[in-house]
């Protein structure tokens, strides 16, 4: 299995990261471990979690989804085979949030005790904290770096400016940095990422894991009309996707798809996997077949002309002129 860079991380990752979500939520912990089992067994080993998953859900306290890896890793006995992400940061409730340093130490020790390790590989801001310093922040991810209970961090949700400013405030000040980025990024939301935040990814050598890489099923194909909407609990907010736009998307996917023999997922995540910035996109999946229809965008190669067609179907109308914009300048 190919093996990529995480950015100057120095770790290494396959170019499919399993997110882990839906484990303990809409899966339960036989499944999950059924899953965890496949996908390491194909020979990938990156495997993304959180602190907050799944505390939206009925009855759910957090740490769920932590608390099935850390089982499955006990049982198996593979956690020096697995790249393993989580994060600190959202709202846990009762109070239970940000990036304030006395919670960030207390945080990562629940964190620790719910997946049975004693380190985590890639410990991520789960998203920014404009009411505290960056500085009391990075220190934090700092003294869990010395006491070897972290080896890399990251940020997610961060805007290009305070991205900047904090890999700033690190060289600066010779703390560590965030040297992996976890965007909102797909073939049919673009604009975040490609207009200011892959730019700061590319200038200081970051590695980027994208979430929603699926963006939330709508590039599965699953949804093309309002009939559809109603399959599974995220069909609602995939309303506003079935414009002009994304129907192209979708009727470029299955042209691209039939071509290859592979499936619109496949297409997407092959065209992330493309994309030269990017080090590899996290999905999940919650059924054997799926799992299976993940692991198969790895071996799919795209043509430049399938990128290009890509390219072009998914392109939103803001992004075209900005890079117009650049050319004339």
Known sequence: MEQRELGKSGLKIAPLVFGTNVLGWTVDERTSFDLLDRFVDAGLNAIDTADVYSV?????QGGESEAIIGKWMKARGNRDRIMLATKVGMDMGGGRTGLKASYIAEEVETSLRRLQTDYIDLYFAHQDDLEVPLEETLDAFARLVEQGKVRVIGASNYEAPRLSEALA????????RYDVLQPHYNLYDRMAYEVALEEVAVEHGLGVVTYFSLAKGFLTG??????DLSQSVRGSGMAANLEARGQRILAVLDEVAA????SPAQVSL???MARPSVTAPIASATSIAQIDELIGAVELKLGADAIERLDHASMPKLLEESEKILVNE
């Open 270 to 272: 092959a065209w992330l």
């Open 169 to 176: 405030v690190s060289a600066d000040k010779g703390l560590p």
């Open 222 to 227: 699953k949804y093309r009309s309002e009939a």
């Open 56 to 60: 939206w859900a009925d009855g759910h």
């Open 259 to 262: 071509e290859t023999r592979s």
